[in-house]
């Protein structure tokens, strides 16, 4: 055999390997906060994909014939721009492996500044306060702690609430004329005693009140993925709790720091802080203990 003939044989066989896996995602220009669905495509069926991205492991899940596997993850609020290589590997069925890495852009969003005014005591706690922020911290930590290994969500997140959505996702947060944070959630105009539900399917991993974000609920929607609601007059879920989309949560308010009624909402993937907003703008698969249905 030739040299020439044999690099022909190599370097086809290189096309074949890299046509056998098709990564796309959603959205297609991926920015900071951004959530973002992976659907890996294959030629035949795997029985396993794992891979990376930004330094997180991704929870691929697979559709029902195991050639298309998805994920859900997302690009920091505050990540820098730049091009990052998600590396995917996994197994045939039949043991054969594979690898690919595919670099995904991560560009500048433009985030705005929010000037507001809240009581004193939100800016300049008490040692009481103080103490209490750090039992919530602590609450939270144990909540963010552990999450389901494949998707308890099923198709795309709907609204909490009948309301449009505020802007204001990313705003850096001007609290009396001081810069405190950035805006890591998205908030909803929402009088006392407005339903609030799910936005998907999950396990209620905290329920309670504290001292920043009043009456809270957190949901573990699976593979790190929680969704976070503040400032409730009244809950109607507890923790270890597994709720439906659309199930009542309980009734919005004006607990903890705001500055007016309303209800707050973050999203939270392997402690990155994605847009909700952009959650809610995305077509996902519908899926069934980590096996979508088909379309």
């Avoid at 922020?133 to 602590?138: F, K, L, W, Y």
Wanted: with cysteine; glycine share 8%; hydrophobic share 40%.
């Amino acid at each position: 055999m030739t040299r020439y003939r044999l690099l022909v044989i190599l370097m086809t066989l290189a096309a074949s390997a890299l046509n056998a896996q098709t990564l796309t995602w959603q959205p297609q220009h991926v920015g900071q906060g951004s959530p973002v669905l992976f659907t890996l495509t294959l030629d035949r069926p795997a029985t396993r994909v794992t891979a990376t991205w930004l330094g997180k492991e991704l929870g691929f899940f697979p559709a029902n014939d195991r050639r298309t596997w998805y994920a859900l993850a997302g690009a920091d609020v505050e990540q820098e721009a730049g091009s990052y290589p998600l590396s995917v590997s996994g197994s045939y069925s039949g043991g054969t492996p594979w690898a690919a890495t595919s670099p995904v852009q991560v560009d500048i969003a433009n985030f705005h500044s929010n000037t507001l005014s809240v009581a004193k005591a939100f800016i300049a706690p008490s040692p009481a306060a103080q103490r209490q922020m750090e039992r919530d911290a602590a609450a939270k930590k144990r909540a963010f702690a552990s999450s389901a290994s494949q998707p308890l969500w099923s198709g795309s997140f709907a609204a909490p609430v009948a309301s449009r959505i505020f802007d204001n996702f990313g705003d850096n947060r001007i609290f009396n004329g001081k810069k405190v944070s950035i805006h890591r959630g998205s908030d909803f105009p929402a009088r006392p005693g407005t339903p609030v539900h799910a936005l998907n399917a999950g396990r209620v991993v905290l329920a309670q009140r504290m001292f920043l974000e009043g009456n809270c609920v957190i949901i573990d929607h699976g593979n790190q993925l929680f969704s976070i609601y503040m400032h409730f007059s009244r809950l109607q879920v507890k923790a270890g709790e597994m709720v439906k989309k659309g199930q009542l949560l309980g009734l919005s308010g004006a607990t903890g720091r705001v500055t007016g009624p309303h209800l707050h909402v973050s999203l939270r993937w392997s402690g990155e802080n994605l847009s909700p907003a952009a959650l809610l703008a995305m077509q996902l698969p519908e899926t069934y203990a980590g096996e979508p249905k088909e379309r």
